[in-house]
């Protein structure tokens, strides 16, 4: 039995899952970071995302150090990494990782980019391989299904291919980690999503004192 298709991101109170774009190479690198706009970035994706870094098994799977807290927070964080049997992102979430990820990239997935680039597999230690898909979402949920099995496939990011798999139908689940911040601009969630074709049902909502995670499932109308 195939696996569902999700995805789960922290978003602002105000809708945002992202500061305003601002590009890689600023953010990412120590060249780019006495940057103005990449300053005002990373500050606000460090409010967004406050919740999951004391988290033990985020310290952990970005090699930031052993430790850290363990709760609901934690236990979600694993679970939903625990689920996943292949990963399916944008260009442009790849190219910012591929500057700021560890040697041993955090998916221990296979994980297929979407991009007009032609390039080889790219290896990492760890059990993430990145394979570039040329010829579209669909193609990519296809090789992303064989490689899965009966494990789930996460849509990890960004915004604008969340967007194209849920106006596409092909999302079944998502969580909304909904953090205690106001972007006021930014890069919206659902944005480019036709409502009229998207029916959701809430199935869980847990709470702790840094945020609180939606649980939904999608179907159409």
């Not at 298709?5 to 899952?17: E, H, I």
């Not at 930031?64 to 689920?83: F, P």
């Not at 898909?133 to 604008?160: H, K, P, T, Y």
């Not at 205690?180 to 004192?209: E, K, N, W, Y």
Request: proline share 5%.
């Amino acid at each position: 039995m195939a696996g569902k298709v999700f995805f789960g991101v922290t978003m602002s109170l105000d809708g945002f899952m992202a500061p305003e774009h601002v590009p890689a190479e600023l953010v990412f690198t120590s060249e780019g970071q006495d940057d103005p706009r990449a300053q005002r970035w990373l500050r606000k994706w460090s409010e967004l995302q406050a919740w999951a870094f004391p988290q033990r098994h985020f310290r952990e799977n970005l090699k930031l150090g052993e430790g850290g807290e363990e709760g609901v927070d934690n236990d979600l964080s694993q679970e939903t990494h625990e689920r996943i049997g292949a990963n399916i992102m944008g260009k442009r979430m790849f190219e910012a990782g591929e500057l700021s990820w560890p040697e041993e990239a955090p998916f221990h997935t296979p994980v297929f980019v979407l991009t007009h680039t032609e390039r080889e597999p790219w290896e990492r230690p760890g059990g993430t391989t990145f394979h570039f898909v040329n010829d579209g979402i669909e193609s990519a949920l296809f090789q992303a299904r064989a490689v899965a099995g009966d494990r789930d496939i996460r849509i990890s990011g960004g915004a604008e291919t969340i967007q194209q798999y849920l106006d596409g139908g092909l999302i079944d689940e998502f969580s909304i980690s909904l953090s205690p911040v106001l972007f006021g601009t930014g890069i919206r969630l659902f944005d480019h999503v036709d409502p009229d074709r998207i029916a959701l049902d809430q199935t869980r909502s847990v709470a702790s004192p840094r945020v609180t995670h939606l649980t939904y499932t999608t179907s159409k109308r």
